[in-house]
């Protein structure tokens, strides 16, 4: 690694670390959905206010683009927005997660237009206010997270089919793309975090941004299902 600074092996486990202790949340919710126990108010809840989140990831990655120099890093990322946003027969993350959310029953206008946890509204527009005063490399390393992702998306994937049969199948496809998207995403993160994270102070504060990002969707999940009556101990 750079001079100074830790080696490539610890500066890997450390940004993984700092992202998998903030998975509190991430795991409860997946547990309720596992053991079948997440109320249809929940699981709507959570896709209405998790839609905010979904429609103003384009704008953090602008953020991203917006601070960075290297023309390198700025096609990689780019392609973040196009698959997000959509292009040509691509939907993109935000319509996927449109039709998961009329797939659960909630009407496209309710979740467009909703009424979104005053929380999930403050924890966003942090998210998306770090990306744009903050480094590119700190902005990136908030995607460090992703890795865990594909192990969250089976788990739930199997739980929809095994406990929830009045979603509609086909609404589900956002958790299909999500699987292998969030595999690569996360790997491009955490690679380019360790190839430009120059010294010791530069990668811990990549370390505090991959934990910021973790801390965001903990804080909405939190919300949410506080919102939704799920007790703080299961």
């Not at 486990?13 to 109320?39: D, E, P, W």
């Not at 206010?129 to 089976?154: D, I, N, Q, R, Y």
Request: contains cysteine.
């Amino acid at each position: 690694m750079n001079k100074g600074g830790y080696t490539r092996d610890e500066f890997e486990r450390m940004l993984v670390q700092a992202v998998g202790k903030t998975g509190v949340n991430r795991r409860r919710f997946t547990q309720l959905l596992v053991a079948g126990k997440a109320s249809r108010e929940l699981l709507r809840g959570w896709a209405v206010n998790w839609y905010f989140f979904e429609r103003n990831v384009p704008r953090k990655d602008g953020a991203i683009i917006s601070n960075c120099d290297l023309v390198d890093v700025r096609r990689l990322w780019v392609t973040k927005i196009l698959e997000h946003d959509g292009y040509g027969r691509n939907e993109g993350a935000i319509e996927g997660w449109l039709r998961f959310a009329t797939g659960l029953g909630v009407p496209r206008e309710e979740v467009t237009q909703g009424r979104y946890i005053e929380d999930v509204v403050d924890a966003v527009d942090n998210y998306v206010e770090f990306a744009k005063s903050k480094s590119w490399l700190e902005g990136v390393a908030m995607s460090v997270g992703m890795v865990f992702v594909p192990m969250l998306v089976e788990q739930r994937l199997l739980a929809f089919r095994k406990h929830y049969p009045w979603v509609e199948q086909d609404s589900l496809d956002y958790f299909r793309t999500l699987y292998s998207k969030a595999r690569r995403d996360g790997r491009m993160a955490l690679q380019l975090v360790i190839k430009y994270a120059d010294g010791k102070t530069v990668q811990r504060d990549s370390i505090r941004a991959a934990e910021f990002g973790g801390k965001v969707q903990e804080r909405i999940l939190l919300s949410v299902m506080r919102e939704y009556g799920v007790p703080e101990r299961e």
